[in-house]
């Protein structure tokens, strides 16, 4: 089966740099993503690693480290839009995206 | 076009009846995925299809009945549900191959209430 383990809430600052970090156990991997969900929103997609090291989008970048099974997301000038749920996903063996538990971002001002 | 479109956005149904949730992409995306969501928690795997044919069913029960009549089209049919299968549904497609970008898009959803 697959877990993945992320940290429930994070509270960051306006400005502020926030790392979410996710663990994970898969059989067969492809890669690790992430989605942001606002409250009553869709998931969309920000970012995958399929390969070790740091891609980087804008405001955020993303890291993977296949060896340890880990990866983060890094958040940079945080801003109030931010506030919402991260999630971590991985496409694994059977090529269907699971996701890690979220984690609840919120940004103050 | 990189929408995903779900109709109904709201959907109430009793518990006796017969109803479908519809997506369509038009990205030329040969997956299509069905994931149910409940309030705070993950998106939960329900069913893949690939090239229109079901990959994946992760034990749902049979009172869900996905149908893919073609590549653009997915559906799910629902009967005889319970009030805990109350939840949002959310359809997502992506790329079905072994390249980098697996970018799943979801589509807005439909928040269906049993009573």
């Known amino acids: 089966g697959q877990s993945l383990e992320q940290p429930s809430e994070v509270t960051a600052v306006e400005g502020a740099i926030v790392q979410i970090n996710c663990t994970y156990q898969?059989?067969?991997?492809?890669?690790l993503s992430w989605y942001q969900q606002h409250d009553g929103g869709a998931p969309t997609f920000l970012s995958y690693?399929?390969?070790?090291g740091l891609e980087e989008t804008g405001r955020f970048s993303s890291f993977l480290s296949r060896s340890d099974s880990y990866g983060y997301l890094l958040l940079q000038e945080l801003q109030m839009k931010d506030s919402a749920s991260y999630f971590c996903?991985?496409?694994?063996?059977?090529?269907?995206?699971?996701f890690g538990s979220g984690t609840r971002l919120q940004v103050q001002p | 076009d990189t929408e995903v479109t779900q109709t109904p956005k709201h959907l109430v149904m009793g518990m006796t009846n017969k109803k479908s949730l519809k997506c369509e992409q038009h990205?030329?995306?040969?997956?299509m995925y069905w994931y149910k969501q409940k309030a705070k928690k993950p998106p939960e795997l329900m069913f893949v299809?690939?090239?229109?044919?079901?990959?994946i069913n992760e034990s749902v029960p049979s009172r869900f009945s996905p149908e893919c009549p073609n590549s653009s089209l997915l559906n799910l049919h629902l009967h005889a549900l319970q009030p805990e299968d109350s939840a949002l549904y959310l359809c997502?497609?992506?790329?079905?191959?072994?390249?980098?970008?697996?970018?799943?898009?979801f589509g807005q959803g439909t928040r269906l209430t049993v009573v």
């Open positions: 990205m030329g995306h040969r997956a």
């Open positions: 996903a991985v496409m694994e063996g059977r090529r269907a995206l699971t």
């Open positions: 997502a497609s992506s790329q079905r191959d072994r390249g980098r970008n697996t970018e799943a898009f």
């Open positions: 299809y690939s090239y229109e044919k079901l990959s």
């Open positions: 690693n399929a390969l070790d």
């Open positions: 898969t059989s067969g991997f492809y890669g």
